[in-house]
């Protein structure tokens, strides 16, 4: 039998695996661990109680396979000008980055991260800035067609109730103004606690940490 | 005769185990329904593409929630569970195995029980991700940890089980059909542990063990396995040797080094270490060395068969798999480009590719070697016609698809560079949604057909009758 792998199984089983572990560990384990450490140099961001509920709904939502949160930039162009590093944004991401190409560090604890893969619908990496009003959020997950006419967008009725909430836990509710071409029912809508925890967290969605701290530099 | 009808066929299957028969046929029934499931899902999130108010009132039916559905159950549901049932078969005639005891009864209890973890595994992902429990923003790995765990355990029972095969094989030689999928299931085992550690799952990390994930569970599972059962059926049904052994001996190695580095090629732009950016990027290229060894060898084989080709009912779809192969994963490579990728990353073009290297090389292999193997153990033939309307309406379907969403992507990308409102790039690209919903109708149709022929070449009476014949 040999050390020959065309005549002995054993070694055609663990060269094989054992060439793939110790690839697997350069290009996967190895880069993760050494991020990992840079990663755990950026101090954990506070997080609100009602965006982390909002955050858990965009991914229980999957909104992630249409929307990226990523402002993509060409490292090979970056430039250095008095310790600011300037990495231009892809001319196709420019309308939702400016000026500014995601970095490292905003993603740093993130779990998961919805950096995203498609691009079906708008990047919604700085949605609080681009869109601050809470009612147009409202309008757009009960009807996205009604305030966005064309989109491709599935309706999220089911975040909304047309029953007034019980007095005790109205707090947690919100009301719709109801406008025209909502295609409502009813007179009145409330946006449930779910619908107030997601649009909270699209809100929330600013990049505002990294135009502060570049400003600051 | 070259052709695999009739005699030659019950001669094959006579004396075959028929409860090794009923195994194989076991996985592969299961999976012919995963395909009918997981199709109508992807036809209804096309539509959905185009009338975004189709059953809109459910969360549980919602998008964002059918499309894992629909990618995970077609990627473990059918895909996995076609070629795993496939590979019992292949690795017993490869060794040479007596095929009347294949396997001992034992493995058949744990074949038989892997088939059975496979299912739960595929049914409780796709209830729990309609429930709204999504490993959200990490692709082809949506399901929770409790929906992949039984399919993990599937996955080493079934490679202890082809080791063990492999290990009393009655040649010398182990043939490369063996390599590949005896390697695949370590592989794969490797990339489940990988996406479901605890280690790597905020940040720049998870993105890194992401992009890792998504290539490797492709390429270090569903490819090998495709590969190696066409280097199986392939020369069987073409009575005739592989063209090139030592290519696919090239083949193997190649794609085990450039397939598993690759995986960054899916965060290019992105802060991710530009080393792994850049390595993946050369990877990528350099992946048509294993892509064309393989592709080559195979297409050489066919060389000068083309009466053969057409006279037969599973060599057609084998042709179409081997060319969809080379093509897919030239594309791959293309794709992988930084200034292609300024274009075409996110846009509907890269579902477009994913469609035609799953479709067009996985898909229609599977369909080839179960076509051109199944009979062979069953003594059951498909209806012929069934099988001509089910090639057509495939190829047809996937044509109309990829070629819709290729051009659609183009409009969508170059409207992003014109720099358009994002509106508008949506608009551009709603007539090729319309395209994509038609290739999937045709596509979904005939998979209908498929899953008649599958159950009509199920084991039967002639499989119990004939079974001791080889003894």
Known sequence: MGLNIHTNHRMLFFIPAISYLVLVYLCAVWPAMVEMEAMEAVPKPFEDELPAIGRKLYGSYNCVTCHTQQIRGDERKATDVDGVRTTPVLTADARFGRELATRAEEYAWQDPVFMGTQRTGPDLSSTGRRLPAVQWHYWHLYNPQAVSPGSLMPPHRFLFTTTPPPPDEEFDYEEVLVIEGLGVKSDRLWATPDAKALVEYLLSLKREHLEQGRLAK | MKIPVGIPVFVAAAGTNPNFAKMVSRWLISAGVWLLFASVVGLLEAFRLVDPEILADYAWLTFGRMRPVHTMTMLFGWA?????????????????????????????????????????????????????????????????????????????????????????????????????????????????????????????????????????????????????????????????????????????????????????????????????????????????????????????????????????????????????????????????????????????????????????????????????????????????????????????????????????????????????????????????????????????????????????????????????AGK
């Not at chain 2, 396997?103 to 309609?130: H, R, S, W």
């Not at chain 2, 059909?177 to 390697?183: E, K, L, N, Q």
């Not at chain 2, 798999?321 to 594309?331: D, E, I, R, T």
Request: charged share 10%; net charge neutral; hydrophobic share 55%.
């Open chain 2, 80 to 468: 996995s569970m076609a070629l795993v049932g496939l590979a019992f078969y292949v690795v017993a005639k490869s060794t040479l195995a007596p095929m009347h005891e294949p396997m001992k009864k034992a493995e058949l209890f744990l074949a038989n029980l892997a088939m059975v973890l496979c299912n739960v595994g595929v049914a409780v992902g796709a209830v729990a991700m309609a429930m709204g429990d999504v490993n959200a923003g990490r692709e082809y790995r949506e399901w929770p940890w409790y929906a992949m765990a039984p399919v993990f355990v599937a996955v080493g029972i079934c490679g202890l089980l082809f080791y063990r095969m492999v290990a009393r094989r009655a040649v010398e030689g182990i043939y490369i059909s063996c390599w590949f999928v005896m390697a695949a299931c370590f592989w794969m085992a490797i990339v489940v542990v990988m996406g479901y550690q605890t280690f790597w799952t905020a940040g720049i990390p998870d993105r890194i063990v992401d992009g890792f994930y998504i290539h490797n569970a492709v390429g270090m599972w569903f490819t090998p396995l495709c590969v190696g059962m066409t280097y199986y059926a392939l020369p069987k049904l073409l009575n005739k040797p592989i063209y090139s052994y030592a290519l696919g001996v090239l083949g193997f190695f190649t794609h085990l080094v450039f397939y598993t580095v690759i995986g960054t090629h899916h965060y290019i732009f992105t802060p991710l270490p530009m080393i792994l950016q850049t390595t993946a990027v050369i990877c990528s290229v350099a992946m048509i060395v294993p892509v064309w060894a393989s592709t080559g060898n195979f297409l050489m084989t066919m060389k000068g068969e083309g009466l053969a080709i057409s006279h037969s009912y599973s060599l057609p779809f084998l042709f179409v798999g081997v060319v969809g192969y080379g093509l897919a994963s030239v594309q791959g490579s293309a794709e992988a480009l930084r200034f292609v990728q300024e274009v075409l990353h996110f846009t509907h073009y890269t579902v477009g590719h994913a469609h035609f290297a799953m479709y067009v090389f996985v898909t229609f292999l599977i369909w080839g070697c179960i076509y051109g193997l199944v009979p062979r153990m069953t003594g059951r033939e498909p209806p012929i016609l069934l099988v001509s309307i089910h090639f057509w309406l495939a190829l047809a379907g996937i044509a109309v698809y990829v070629i819709g969403l290729s051009v659609g992507g183009h409009v969508q990308g170059e409207s992003w560079l014109e720099g358009e409102p994002m509106m508008e790039s949506v608009r551009v690209s709603a007539p090729y949604m319309v395209w994509r919903a038609v290739g999937g109708l045709l596509m979904v149709v005939s998979h209908i057909f498929f899953f008649v022929c599958l159950w009509r070449m199920r084991p039967g009476a002639f499989t119990m009758a004939y079974a001791g």
